[in-house]
């Protein structure tokens, strides 16, 4: 197979997220573009990551820095998704007209990066004439909320209750039928329930620019992961899925209706979320992935013959580069 290798679309890297500073930045990554070309575990040939708007400095700004460390530290194609928390489209117009995703967020209202479904409508109507495409993370705010309220956090296992796959799948049924109401490009992060998927494949069936990604922890592990020691360390969002729920989404994927594989990387050190393993509710969220997203799926899904070879080549090379504006 000519060009070995894999891209990750879904970075979260040298930022700080609700108050904490992710454990990586670009220099770290550089060494999973330095493996040799191996069939089993490839370099790394780019990445898509994430410039979200904070208080006290322009979004343009916060972008502008990020590249700039990207090709220092970094040195392989780097694609961006901006969020912007306060701008408004005039603001960064530019960035958007340069080739920059728009991600949106329907939760996390208290760490500011919550748009309700008319926010995202108005954003559609406003990039009518760029139709620049949409990242969503979909999980109904409402739902979560409600559901939260009804079961405290006192285990790890208690996040599958709170955050669970009819928020995602509320979510995803909203803003899949905005995008064909604008016939605007959106894609749908880390999809982890079946059902979203098959709704994100029934509306492309009236508007193809649709497109969605999942995360290997939701094809290889399922929610009673959340039950062994050190469980919180595993706390991301969503939540892993029940069993059935995995087992339907690896039928899934071998039936071809996710786009591409993203880690949706996302590493707090263990000590920081050690400190918060008796405030679960305060606990940062999120996972690393970016090193194994290639090997884990290879090993696990390819070397049994659930999928090719092939296959696995165009969920994380060749529709990743095409997402990503990549040629070659």
């Known amino acids: 197979m000519n060009n070995i290798g894999y891209y990750d679309f879904h970075v979260h890297i040298g930022e700080q997220i609700s108050g904490h500073t992710l454990k990586d930045d670009f220099a770290e990554l550089k060494s999973l573009c ?6 089993d575990n490839p370099p790394l040939l780019g990445l ?20 700039d460390k990207a090709e220092r530290d970094f040195g392989k194609p780097v694609h961006w998704h901006i969020t912007p928390t306060q701008s408004k489209c005039k603001d960064i117009y530019p960035l958007l007209q340069a080739g920059c995703d728009l991600k949106l967020y329907t939760t996390y209202r208290q760490a500011g990066l919550y748009s309700s479904y008319e926010d995202i409508e108005h954003w559609m109507m406003d990039l009518q004439d760029l139709k620049t495409r949409i990242l969503v993370h979909c ?23 709170r955050r669970p796959e009819i928020a995602e799948n509320k979510a995803v049924g909203i803003v899949l039928d905005l995008a064909v109401k604008h016939k605007h490009p959106v894609h749908i992060v880390h999809v982890s329930s079946p059902t979203s998927a098959l709704l994100i494949k029934e509306a492309k069936m009236s508007f193809p620019d649709i497109s ?24 991301c969002t969503p939540p892993y899925r029940k069993e059935s729920s995995r087992g339907m989404l690896v039928e899934l994927l071998q039936e071809g209706i ?31 992935g970016i090193s194994s997203l290639y090997t884990a799926v290879y090993s696990a899904l390819v070397k049994t013959g659930k999928i090719s070879l092939e ?11 095409e997402l990503m504006h990549i040629q070659g």
Do not use: W
């Open 34 to 39: 330095e493996r040799p070309p191996e069939q």
């Open 48 to 67: 898509g990551a994430f410039v979200t708007e904070v208080a006290q400095e322009k979004l343009q700004d916060t972008y502008q820095r990020m590249k």
């Open 139 to 161: 999980e109904d705010d409402l739902i979560v909320q409600g559901c939260s309220a009804q079961k405290e956090f006192r285990h790890p296992f208690d996040h599958t209750f």
């Open 212 to 235: 969605c990604e999942t995360a290997p922890h939701y094809l290889l592990y399922n929610e009673e992961r959340l039950r062994e020691p050190d469980a919180h360390r595993y706390l």
């Open 258 to 288: 996710f786009d591409i594989l993203a880690s949706d990387h996302c590493n707090f050190p263990e000590e920081l979320k050690d400190n918060y393993k008796n405030k679960l509710d305060q606990i940062p969220q999120g996972i690393p």
């Open 311 to 321: 296959q696995l080549d165009r969920l994380l090379r060749i529709k990743p580069a």
